[in-house]
Every structure is written in C-alpha cells, then in structure tokens.
C-alpha cells in the first residue's frame, strides 16, 4: 500500500515538485562540509616560499659556531657552508669542524680552499700546517705553512710558534 501511495503523489504534479525542490535544497551543514571536502582534498595548505635567505652569512658563520659548541657538528657545517657564499672565512671554520669529526680529507681541502680565498689567512695555513703535524706527512710543507702563518700575522706568531715548534720536533723524530 506504502508503494501505490508514494506513486500516486508522483503521479500529482503538484506533489512531484515539491519533491523535487526538497531534493535539490542543500542544508547549510551539508554544503559547508562539501566544500570543506572539497577545498581540502583539492589543494594542499598554504606553504611560504623564501626566494631569499633571511640571515645574513655573518649570521651563518656566528650560529655555526653555535653549534660547534654545542657539539652539533654537522648543524655546524650546514651553517658553514651557507656563510662561505659571501664570507671565505668560512671555509676556515668548515676544515675546522671536518678536523674534530676526524674527516682529515675534507679538512684539508676546506683549509686549503680558504687558502686560495684569501691568501691573507694566516690561520687558514696555521691549521693546514697543524693538521700535516697531526697526521705526520707533508712535514716539509707544514713546516713552510706555519712559517707563513708567522709572517702573515706576527701578532699571532706565539701561536703559530707552537705549530711551527712541534712540527720541527717531529721531523726531527722522523729522521
């Protein structure tokens, strides 16, 4: 009986557009959760893009050193190698911190890239010449890097003195 009766209203026009306009209304709920679904799984949220770095290289350098005190060796070197885009300085203080994780290799070419930056440097051939003593080869060069470690910044010379000094007495073992 339930069935004659609902197609006997459709059978009314008058009834069937009512049926029809309940139909195609949307309550407010229903529509504001179809466009939240379909604003959400359409598009990803909103990201911020930096096109430019906002610290500076010298900021860069200074939470390198940060970290390195810390302990936090790679953070360290990931700060380094930014601030070497516009401070060359910066390769000192990455074969610095390539030294302490004992990666000898990498340490020297950053100290040896540092030396060809800035030919000034003088701890950039201190610390070249330090780690030659450190590993026992090169001696001879070392030995030519403190010396012009000296020569580079003599307000430096009692430290640079120390490498120099260690370095002779371990040719002289050597020997």
């Known amino acids: 009986m339930e069935k ?8 009314n026009p008058k009834t069937l ?5 309940r139909r195609h209304q949307i309550s407010p709920f229903l529509f504001l959760s179809l466009c939240s679904l379909l604003f959400f799984s359409s598009c990803t949220f909103p990201r911020i ?17 940060a970290y390195e005190k810390e302990g936090e060796l790679d953070s ?3 700060e380094y190698k930014l601030a070497t885009k516009k401070l060359p300085v910066a390769y000192v203080y ?10 000898l290799d990498e340490a020297e070419q950053y100290y040896k890239t540092a030396i060809k930056q800035e030919t000034h440097n003088s701890d950039a051939y201190n ?24 020569e580079l ?10 490498t120099l000094e260690k370095i002779r007495e371990l040719k002289r073992h050597v020997r």
């Open 94 to 103: 990455l074969g610095n911190a390539y030294f302490q994780k004992n990666e």
């Open 127 to 150: 610390n070249l010449a330090w780690l030659y003593y450190v590993t026992g080869g090169n001696l001879n060069e070392a030995e030519s890097l403190a010396l012009k470690a000296m």
């Open 76 to 78: 360290a070197i990931r």
């Open 4 to 11: 004659n009766k609902a197609l006997d209203n459709a059978d």
């Open 17 to 21: 557009s009512n049926m029809l306009e």
């Open 153 to 162: 910044n003599p307000s430096k010379n009692n430290t640079y003195r120390d």
């Open 49 to 65: 893009i930096l096109l430019e770095d906002p610290l500076t290289s010298e900021e860069h350098l200074n939470l390198g050193v």
